[in-house]
């Protein structure tokens, strides 16, 4: 097994990571947005969509906490998705004054339409990387995301 890297060395290479990120979720992002699949979903909306898909009904705070993202910007994405009926609020009996989100028939299903669009798109990849890539990056970026949470309290 490698040694571990030194930390100058490290830290060289987890800024690298940093700096091809940004590009390749902007990219994909538009491809998402430009997609016929998402007839003009935001990424925004896209994330709130998916989150509920893959986590089931939740309250504003939860999807913001979850997702990293702000409260308010949580809520406007909540506000346009339900403007585009992908999503409802019902009563939460956890807390009377924090409702729940929840996925419409039409939300899942447009969820379901971006998410094979992606995949479509994520197979014409193509290329020679493998599972133990995809696993490797995987724990990469894991232990950043860790990492990060334990400097910031």
Known sequence: MPAAL????????L???FVAIG??????ARVVESSEAASGMSVGVRAVLDHLYREGERTVPQIAESLELSR??????VNDASGDD???LVANPAHRRS??????????????????????VMARIGGT???TDIEATLRVLRHMHTALDELTG
Do not use: C, N, W
């Open 6 to 13: 030194r930390p100058d060395d490290l830290a060289k290479g």
């Open 15 to 17: 800024a690298q990571i």
């Open 23 to 28: 590009p390749v979720y902007r990219k994909a």
């Open 72 to 77: 308010q910007y949580i809520q406007r994405m």
């Open 86 to 88: 992908f999503v409802e």
């Open 99 to 120: 409702s729940l989100v929840r996925l419409t028939g039409d939300g899942r299903t447009a969820i379901e339409r971006v998410v094979a669009r992606e995949h479509e």
């Open 129 to 131: 990387l493998t599972a």
